[in-house]
């Protein structure tokens, strides 16, 4: 708005001028574009081939159908501004100076008062150029402008706008263009690190398929349990997860699609991951696909990390190639890139590669290792990792030295920890894992001023007390004999008081009867004082099928307080030939024996009479 009324305002005072001096020449930047104008877009992109150092172009001439035609300019010098507008786009890895441009008027009515300007702009003419400027005064009579010495550098876009005005505030002139044509020369074929030989081979082919790179969008997914940089700004060892939309805006099929991606770097002028064909697709006419890469800033890359540098001068490349499917089947390809920046500090070490099981028991002890990594450019002395629990239940506190490090390098570190017996079951908790400096600050970066501080989680299950009482009393048991099945099983349980008052417990065993007929404690109760320990005896009654490894609870109360304590035990079968007839009825089998022994006896006897006889 302000635009317009800064525009309204000249046009106001120009009008006045040209009233009082008859002056009938005005530039574009005294005009206003308004939603009158009628552009004519006519888009052309320069051939490979035509583009060769020290050579001209000629007779690039974009003619509209039947001459292209504009009317109503009736509001004098200052009227509406109808104006042809055509673009030109120049290959990437080439400059190029126009130096005429020339085009044909033809009017059905008088010319005498019509006047054009010819301006040129790199910036949507936001600043412009003016290049041609004159009157007309003959039905088909050209107006042209030499050595005009527009520059384009390869990938840039020129964009000409043409634009008519009449003089005449009381006359409409009804008018056309045609063949308007640029002449140029190249001025220099350069290949520039700014671009890959891939890109510009892919520009050379040409796109008459008409595919498009719709979208590359980055997701930074961090390292492994922290994320310092952003979408489009990386830190190394950080994972980046990358979705490409290939879209087929043509009339045509295109078959076989190799869809390609590659890291450059335009300030070395090198691949930081080489392109490499990722999929091989069919696009159909007004189809897409859409693939997803993920990869890492660390060693795997094609450079060292030693090799990248801070800045903002890294592009993701996607190149499509493929074959349209009609009868000439010509190839075609399209290439398109996001720029990213990767951060590189000075003083920054992180830790990456962790490992630690997902689940842990309530008692055990944990094992984790991780590297430490200087991610800076330059080395570091004396440094160290913190271990520190995150919950205060944890209760842990300690520091892991790493030495020193260079820039770029790692060290593994590992360290255990004792997962207490007072957690709850099921629950999640973490490690809060600091990488410290010499001076024991823990590194911070420049970037967004983060802390390199890890949280790792893991997850808590079993052998946990339920109540909240279960981080003042410990249960320790060992089995002391049997094992058998039939035979009695004997286990002793330490009981510790881990609370700051006496306590008195209650001691029973539950959970057994699967394996056991019955269960006794030496002492039912106990009164332990704070720290005190004591040992109780539990005694199982072994079922005779039981096998295996079974488990039972050793329960602990007092008050309302409970801890319930697994306990496993591994059952031998019962093998071998046994006397189990006599596990039964004794009184019975002790009077079958008898019989037995008295029929054996009297037979005897009958044998020594008969032998008398």
Not at 54 to 77: D, K, P
Not at 91 to 96: A, K, P, Q
Not at 447 to 468: L, M, R, T, Y
Not at 474 to 492: F, H, N
Request: proline fraction near 2%.
């Amino acid at each position: 708005m302000r635009y317009k009324q800064f525009g309204l305002f000249f046009v106001g005072i120009l009008a006045l001028v040209i009233v009082m001096s008859a002056v009938s020449a005005v530039t574009l930047a005294e005009w206003p574009l308004t939603s009158s104008a009628v552009p004519i877009n006519v888009s052309s992109s320069l051939t490979a081939t035509s583009l060769v150092a020290g050579t001209g172009i000629s007779g690039l001439t974009f003619n509209a159908t039947n001459g292209a035609t504009g009317t109503g300019w009736n509001q004098g010098a200052l009227g509406a501004l109808d104006y042809y507008q055509v673009t030109l786009t120049v290959l990437s890895g080439f400059n190029l100076n126009i130096n005429s441009i020339s085009f044909n008027q033809l009017s059905s009515d008088s010319t005498t008062n019509m006047s054009f300007d010819v301006n040129w702009s790199k910036d949507n003419f936001v600043t412009s150029t003016n290049i041609v400027s004159g009157g007309i005064s003959t039905t088909a009579s050209a107006l042209s402008s030499t050595n005009t010495n527009i520059p384009l550098t390869g990938g840039e876009t020129l964009t000409l706008r043409i634009f008519g005005y009449n003089s005449d505030s009381s006359s409409t002139e009804t008018f056309s263009i045609k063949n308007l044509s640029l002449q140029g020369i190249v001025t220099a074929v350069t290949p520039s690190t700014t671009v890959p030989p891939e890109v510009t081979t892919c520009s050379t082919i040409g796109n008459p398929g008409q595919l498009d790179v719709n979208k590359i969008n980055f997701q930074n997914n961090g390292m492994q349990f922290n994320t310092f940089g952003k979408d489009d700004e990386w830190f190394p060892l950080e994972e980046i997860e990358v979705e490409i939309e290939v879209e087929n805006n043509g009339n045509d099929d295109v078959d076989d699609v190799s869809l390609e991606w590659g890291l450059w770097d335009t300030q070395a002028g090198d691949w930081v991951i080489d392109l490499d064909e990722e999929d091989e697709v069919n696009i159909k006419d007004s189809d897409q696909e859409t693939l997803t890469i993920t990869f890492t800033i660390d060693n795997d890359l094609d450079v060292d990390l030693e090799d990248l540098n801070d800045g903002n001068h890294y592009r993701l490349y996607v190149v499509a190639t493929g074959t349209v499917d009609n009868v000439t089947s010509p190839e075609t390809c399209v290439s398109d890139f996001e720029t990213a920046s990767i951060i590189i500090e000075s003083d920054f070490v992180v830790i990456d590669n962790v490992e630690i099981p997902e689940i842990v028991q309530c008692g055990e002890t944990v094992q984790v290792s991780a590297d430490v990594w200087n991610i800076g450019d330059s080395d570091q002395d004396s440094v160290s990792l913190e271990i520190l629990g995150r919950e205060n239940i944890l209760g842990i506190s300690e520091t892991s030295e790493v030495g020193d490090l260079n820039a770029f390098d790692r060290q593994p570190v590992s360290f255990t920890f004792e997962v207490p017996r007072n957690l709850e079951d099921g629950k999640f908790y973490a490690l809060a894992l600091q990488v410290k400096d010499e001076d024991g600050d823990t590194y911070q970066n420049d970037f967004d001023d983060d802390d390199s501080e890890f949280i790792v989680p893991f997850k808590v299950e079993g052998n946990c007390g339920a109540a909240s009482g279960a981080g003042k009393l410990s249960v320790d048991a060992s089995l002391v004999s049997g094992g058998m099945a039939g035979e009695d099983l004997v286990v002793k349980a330490t009981i510790t008081n881990n609370d700051v008052s006496t306590k008195t417990y209650k001691i029973g065993a539950a959970g057994f009867t699967e394996w056991a007929d019955s269960a006794s404690v030496d002492q039912s109760t106990i009164v332990l004082n704070a720290g005190q320990s004591k040992d109780v005896v539990f005694t199982f009654e072994v079922s005779e099928d039981a096998s295996d490894e079974n488990s039972f609870f050793i329960e602990a109360t007092s008050g309302s307080e409970v801890v319930r304590q697994p306990v496993s035990v591994n059952i031998e079968p019962r093998s071998g030939l046994r006397l189990d007839i006599f596990s039964g009825n004794w009184t019975l089998w002790a009077i079958g024996l008898l019989n037995i022994i008295l029929v054996i006896i009297i037979i005897i006897v009958a044998v020594r009479i008969a032998k008398k006889k």
